[in-house]
């Protein structure tokens, strides 16, 4: 069985015997090269996977999910038996499953509970180029499970292949002891590519980006012969945003020429994001139909993750959404920034699969050049280390500061997630893991919800915090059409939910929501009358549930806490909140300010799309989940709580020296050493204020 005819093909003997012949190996080709898709396979047909499965990692849940579906169908298989996939919350593979398509995320949790890979006689970690904070994590785990003796054993039988697009191969390679590199070489043509001048340094932190890039598809669809476009937007609002004007023709477009109907005639317009459904997604595969072009408008997902046939125009918005550490408030935030020189490259090159191809950027020569870096920078460097660090240290890699990284984070950033783990008590004073990190560590969710969640179940109420948990763990349950008439009648309905359980703590009517919807005879029916995404609401009810078999669990544990506490559910549930969020909590500091308290001091402003917003002066303390910056830094999902309740968790924010806690790590590290260290640091420190204040 030799599979479709992609560029792979030729290399397939040579593939299979590297991989027999060597533990590690690197692999590179063009993206469409069917490494993802026929790799796998080729090494299971050639009986490799004999004695353990193989693992194949992706830093994405829908190129996993979609390259899992599509190597089923290439076997002939029913997806979740001889190849499945699983992501967060999301299982389906089965005990024949040989090839197991997973995130990044979800094998770096299985190494907690089977920390040799047992299972698994191969692990391919693809889409290395994308640096995605997980995958650089398993880099260091599996260099050190082949290397080391103690105290986790080591693996000799296990191969390990890591899959990239053809990028710094050669730090790659030497990080891996210097180990082969097989390059499989591609198919692709030339792409021109083309400035647009639409957008200049000044706007970045602008959308005018959206309509830009209508306009220019637009013109390529009236303009230039037949192919598909591919338009590269940020997220699923813009994209949504764009595939509606799309569509109306948007009137509110300054158009250059006179638009007639052809212009959205014999175009398919097609949406590609993360949160969309399997069966939505699968249309952007099938070719489009005679005379018709297709135009994908796509998050940053088809650059490298999906491949799709037939685009001979790329229209690149010149931005992506990225998660960043934000120092002003200590938190992560997603952020819409301009991409990168050698990220554009991968985008234009979309263009030339089939044939050649032009890639519109609708940047200026100046944006690329003053607002574009050259590479992107690798998620370790540039989001919070707080959850991979723990899992680091329940693994038993106490020295988290010298850990084999590809790219070390910056000792700061180390050291502020050591601190957080320690505010949570996950870590004690000398940076070893607790019992409450060990149970912290069981959810695959960010300590502090994982934190309020034990709280709860300590108290032996889990069922107010299990809804909650879910549902932020869902996508946005709250639909916001654009249409305005529509969206004052979704808000009014949003606002009785929120009224039905005091209207004054968004926490309870993200439970309020659920549990309605739960009772309910006909759920989708009473989500539409509301406004709120059923699909969303869904999956919710499977975290809920997969969450509550690991709170069982726990519980059922001799050590467990256990403790008591009278008050009513709505004291009860502000508590448990208190106990995982105190680390977000906020005094209010003038009429509709508030400044929090974690050291950062940074004044924060309620959301809109809080109940709480306008009733900021009623507000004394609150706690929060999380932020969104645009010119303010708004807090979203709030709840009031009362002083007295952080109190006491107050001066854990502050007592303690973040230096102190990596004393585990730097053991060996002189006195002189250490004071030398310290210098630095406070003058890295005063030269930022210093530039901050600039
Ligand atoms: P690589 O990993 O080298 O980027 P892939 O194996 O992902 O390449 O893709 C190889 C080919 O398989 C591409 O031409 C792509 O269009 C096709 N393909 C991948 N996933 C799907 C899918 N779910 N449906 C249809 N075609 C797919």
């Known amino acids: 069985m030799d599979g479709p005819d992609l560029p792979i093909r030729r290399s397939r003997r040579q593939l299979v015997e590297a991989v027999r012949e060597r533990p590690f190996l690197i692999v ?34 829908v190129a996993t999910v979609s390259v899992a579906q599509r190597v089923a169908e290439e076997m002939g298989c029913e997806l979740g038996a001889l190849v499945g996939y699983q992501v967060r919350f999301d299982d389906c593979t089965s005990e024949d499953t040989a090839i197991r398509y ?13 920390p040799l890979l047992s299972k698994y006689s191969v692990i391919i970690l693809d889409e290395a180029h994308e ?10 785990l599996l260099k050190k499970l082949f290397l080391q003796q103690k105290p986790t054993g080591r693996r000799t039988d296990m191969k390990v292949v890591v899959m990239s697009a ?38 970045v932190g602008s959308s005018a980006y959206v309509t830009e890039a209508v306009k220019v598809a637009l013109d390529v669809h009236l303009n230039e012969p037949e192919g598909d476009i591919l338009v590269f937007l940020t997220g699923q609002n813009e994209i949504e945003r764009a595939c509606d004007l799309l569509f109306k023709k948007a009137e509110s477009i300054d158009y250059r020429y006179e638009v007639h109907d052809r212009a959205v005639e014999g175009l398919l317009i097609l949406p590609l994001y993360g949160s969309m459904s399997t069966d939505q997604q699968k249309r952007i595969f099938l070719p489009a139909p005679r005379g018709i072009r297709k135009c994908v408008v796509s998050t940053n997902i088809a650059a490298t993750s999906l491949t799709i046939e037939g685009v001979r125009y790329v229209v690149d918005s010149g931005f992506v959404k990225q998660l960043n550490h934000n120092p002003r408030v200590g938190l992560d935030i997603l952020e819409v920034v301009p991409i990168s020189k050698s990220e554009a490259k991968q985008r234009a090159g979309r263009a030339g699969r089939t044939s050649a191809g032009k890639s519109f950027g609708l940047f200026s020569r100046e944006f690329w050049e003053q607002c574009m870096p050259e590479h992107t920078v690798p998620e370790i460097r540039r989001t919070s280390l707080t959850s991979v660090i723990l899992t680091l240290k329940c693994l038993s890699v106490h020295d988290v500061i010298r850990f084999p990284y590809l790219d070390p984070p910056e000792e700061r950033h180390i050291l502020e997630a050591l601190k957080e783990l320690y505010q949570c008590d996950a870590i004690d004073r000398r940076g070893h893991v607790t019992r409450l990190g060990e149970f912290l560590v069981q959810f695959p969710l960010p300590p502090n919800l994982s934190c309020a969640l034990i709280k709860a179940a300590s108290l032996d109420c889990e069922d107010l915090l299990l809804p909650i948990a879910a549902m932020l763990s869902v996508e946005n349950v709250f639909i916001r059409p654009g249409d305005p008439q529509k969206q004052k009648e979704a808000e009014l309905q949003h606002q009785e939910l929120a009224s039905q359980v005091g209207g004054c703590n968004d926490f309870a009517t993200l439970l309020n929501i659920f549990e309605q919807c739960k009772a309910s005879k006909s759920p989708s029916a009473w989500c539409q009358k509301y406004w709120i995404h059923w699909r969303a609401v869904k999956s919710a009810f499977s975290v809920e549930r ?18 008591t506490f009278e008050g009513s559910r709505t004291e009860i549930l502000r508590r448990c909140l208190c106990a995982g969020y105190f680390i977000n909590v906020a005094r209010r500091s003038a009429a509709r ?47 009031p709580v009362r002083y007295e309740w952080v109190r006491d968790l107050l001066p854990r924010l502050h007592q303690v020296d973040a230096y102190e806690l990596s004393s585990v790590a730097r053991e060996e590290v002189t006195e002189e050493e250490m004071t030398k260290w310290k210098q630095r640091e406070e003058l890295k420190r005063q030269r930022e204020g210093a530039t901050d204040n600039s």
């Open 593 to 639: 300010t508030f400044c929090t308290m974690d050291g950062h001091g940074s004044i924060v402003y309620i959301h809109p799309s809080s109940t709480l917003h306008n009733q900021e002066t009623l507000l004394e303390w609150i706690i929060f989940h999380d932020v969104a910056v645009t010119s303010k830094i708004y807090v979203r999902t709030v709840c």
């Open 102 to 114: 997973m995130t990044d995320g979800c094998l770096l949790r299985q190494i907690l509970t089977d």
């Open 546 to 563: 997969q969450l509550r078999e690991i709170t069982t669990k726990l519980k059922q544990l001799p050590d467990f806490p256990k403790e």
């Open 166 to 203: 053809t990028l710094e191969v050669e730090k790659l390679s030497e990080f891996f002891g210097h180990c082969s590199v097989l390059h499989i070489p591609g198919r692709s043509f030339p792409v021109k590519e083309i400035f647009c001048n639409l957008l200049s340094p000044r706007d």
């Open 131 to 140: 640096r995605s904070l997980s995958t650089d994590i398993l880099f260091g």
């Open 28 to 61: 590179t080709g063009e993206t469409g090269s069917g490494k993802s898709t026929q790799l796998p396979k080729y090494l299971y047909e050639a009986g490799l996977a004999k004695h353990g499965a193989i693992g194949v990692t992706q830093p994405r849940r």
